[in-house]
């Protein structure tokens, strides 16, 4: 059974840093482009950045361009969002996501709580 | 503002047929298929449709999706209380080099 479990999230100051991991599992992580999704508290979904298998392409939306930064360790089953310049608008749950087009497997961790507060 | 644009609320009585838009344009539901997804609070999104109006397996038969250019629509018939959740829908995007965008979320409330 397909697993993604998210790890690193916590208190930090606005201006801070802080560093996801998502550890992937029951599925061949290599093959798979891999995404981390966020929730404001009381607020929708938002993309917030994607990596493919080989980390060949990377994307970011508007929001976190040029503060945050996307990576991958395939040996590891691992993803990473390192998190600098952290603002208040940042809370929220991040998630880690399998997302794939045209396919059921499509995977969820439980989320990461990233709170930005002095 | 999300890329894709639902209504913020539906509601229904147990036994209707709702149906929640969502709303594109040609670089994301005009180019890929859609997801569709099932948030109760406090959890992970849920599959619910795949493929625009493929369902996996375990998502009952009273889910329906549907896509036409660059909109997209969830129909739910039979409307159960456990169906009171947010839905999403979600799709790829050219502007993002084929990763994702997501709708706003639309707040499905059985009365």
């Known amino acids: 059974e397909a697993q993604l479990l998210e790890s690193g999230g916590g208190l930090v100051q606005p201006g801070g840093s802080l560093r996801l991991t998502c550890t992937a599992s029951?599925?061949?992580?290599?093959?798979?482009?891999m995404s981390w999704v966020r929730q404001a508290p009381g607020k929708g979904l938002e993309w917030v950045s994607g990596?493919?298998?080989?980390?060949?392409?990377?994307e970011y939306s508007d929001s976190v361009k040029g503060r945050f930064t996307i990576s991958r360790d395939n040996s590891k089953n691992q993803l990473y969002l390192q998190m600098n310049s952290l603002r208040a608008e940042d809370t929220a749950v991040y998630f880690c996501?399998?997302?794939?087009?045209?396919?059921?497997?499509?995977?969820w961790g439980q989320g990461t709580l990233v709170t930005v507060s002095s | 503002q999300p890329a894709l644009t639902q209504p913020p609320s539906v509601s229904g009585t147990p036994g209707q047929r709702v149906t929640i838009s969502c709303s594109g344009s040609?670089?994301?539901?005009?180019?890929?298929?859609v997801n569709w997804y099932k948030q109760v609070p406090g959890t992970a999104p849920q599959l619910l449709i795949f493929a625009s109006h493929q369902r996996p397996s375990g998502i009952p038969g009273r889910f329906f999706g549907s896509k036409s250019g660059t909109s997209a629509a969830l129909a739910i018939s039979g409307l159960q209380s456990e169906d009171e959740a947010v839905y999403y829908c979600a799709t790829c995007d050219d502007a993002l080099r084929g990763f994702w965008v997501f709708g706003g979320g639309t707040k499905l409330i059985v009365l």
């Open positions: 996501a399998k997302l794939i087009s045209d396919d059921p497997d499509d995977y």
């Open positions: 990596i493919s298998g080989t980390s060949a392409l990377i």
């Open positions: 040609s670089s994301n539901i005009g180019t890929y298929s």
């Open positions: 029951g599925f061949t992580f290599m093959r798979y482009a």
